[in-house]
């Protein structure tokens, strides 16, 4: 058992369950049944109705992201996308969104080609810098942001955002994929919302797909209940009992990804071939002293340019071994990927060169190998370059 006053490591591990009274189980059963019996109409037995509104397996997941988010409550779904387009649900018509530039391109894509068809109005700021924050229109409703942002890890100086939107009356949703709680709680700031795609870091396996949403607000909690339940997307017992079992090892598994992510940002700094190197955890990238202030380490995430632009970035990435070529990050396995053909596609080229996504922008989702193995793989690669 967990409580406030135990550090995030032992939260980690215990959070969200206890031993089950009936069996002693220490971790939850995965309650495989989409409905449950009933003693008389309109009466169920145990309390318990149909599994898209109440199954055990997905309440463990939701109740122990809800307590190391520091939340008033959480909820799990099919995906990130599907926790992202489940917070859009609460909107309506005319209500104005403003987001930060830099986002999942998935993200984006939900936003521009779905959202507005349905009278949602967005407007993309550079969430980075301050001065953004202080003509924030009037009328917003939402603020949106990611921090580190995908792919090119900006950081949001999130308490004057979250003040700033609050100043006009507007909500606050950060996503907190890139960074876990283990790194960040914008909860605790006054954000009023937290997501994320629990494919990542929170299940931490590269096995599962899965998204949540966390609030703060006790008041937010039957709103946010009521469009999970109604649009549906809730995860399976079987997703949400794979994510919990990721989740028991997050402080473990930053620990280690942040190590190696420093590791290697720093020999690729130093490497003649790379001309770039993005890492919050470099002194070097223009925000370290807000990454210092507002998370506990740099991150797992690297990016890079290498000299020569796209057709070299190519080369180095079709060459690596222990990195594999692949979509998707924060798992325990080192992956590597270009955003602008693969990740980022769905954001207009133009688009991407004006926020400062290179075509041969390289970015690694540095595993929980060791750093001298993956290092080697990258100068090896490199090696390879004309
Ligand atoms: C920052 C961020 N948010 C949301 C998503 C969407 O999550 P999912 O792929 O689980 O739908 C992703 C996916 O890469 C992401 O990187």
Not at 121 to 148: C, G, H, K, V
Not at 196 to 208: L, M, P, Q
Not at 259 to 282: D, F, Q, S, T, W
Not at 319 to 331: D, I, P
Request: hydrophobic letters at 40%; aromatic letters at 6%.
């Amino acid at each position: 058992m967990s409580s406030s006053e135990h550090g995030f490591g032992t939260r980690a591990v215990h959070a969200g369950w206890q031993p089950e009274e009936k069996t002693g189980a220490v971790m939850p059963p995965i309650y495989m049944t989409s409905t449950y019996v009933q003693d008389a109409p309109g009466r169920p037995r145990q309390g318990f109705e149909y599994s898209r509104t109440q199954n055990i397996t997905r309440f463990a997941l939701q109740d122990a992201l809800a307590e190391l988010e520091e939340g008033a409550a959480g909820f799990t779904f099919t995906s990130g996308m599907a926790a992202i387009h489940t917070l859009l649900l609460t909107l309506k018509p005319g209500d104005r969104i403003v987001a930060g530039d830099d986002l999942y391109g998935g993200t984006y894509r939900l936003f521009t080609q779905i959202a507005q068809r349905f009278g949602l109005i967005f407007d993309f700021i550079d969430t980075s810098n301050p001065e953004s924050f202080r003509e924030l229109p009037a009328d917003t409703r939402l603020l949106y942001l990611e921090t580190p942002s995908n792919p090119l890890l900006k950081l949001v100086p999130l308490q004057q955002a979250i003040d700033a939107a609050h100043a006009v009356g507007a909500e606050v949703a950060v996503d907190n994929t890139f960074a876990t709680p283990a790194l960040q709680r914008p909860l605790t700031l006054g954000a009023d919302y937290v997501i994320h795609s629990t494919t990542k870091y929170i299940a931490g396996h590269s096995d599962v797909v899965g998204g949540a949403l966390i609030v703060r607000d006790e008041g937010l909690k039957e709103d946010l209940w009521f469009h999970q339940n109604s649009a549906g997307t809730i995860n399976s017992p079987f997703d949400a009992f794979l994510t919990l079992r990721g989740l028991r090892t997050l402080a473990l598994r930053m620990e280690r990804h942040c190590a190696n992510a420093l590791r290697v940002a720093e020999a690729m700094e130093a490497h003649p071939k790379v001309a770039k190197v993005i890492y919050p955890g470099l002194k070097s990238h223009p925000q370290h002293a807000l990454m210092q202030q507002q998370m506990a380490a740099g991150g797992g995430m690297v990016c890079l340019e290498v000299d020569g632009g796209e057709e070299e970035a190519r080369t180095v990435v079709q060459h690596l071994k222990v990195f594999a070529l692949a979509e998707s990050l924060g798992g325990v396995e080192s992956l590597v990927e270009l955003p602008a053909p693969m990740t980022h596609a769905s954001i207009p080229a133009e688009t991407r060169r004006k926020i400062g996504i290179a075509d041969g922008l390289v970015r690694l989702s540095v595993g929980i190998e060791d750093a001298d193995d993956l290092i080697a793989d990258l100068n090896g690669a490199l090696h390879r370059m004309c």
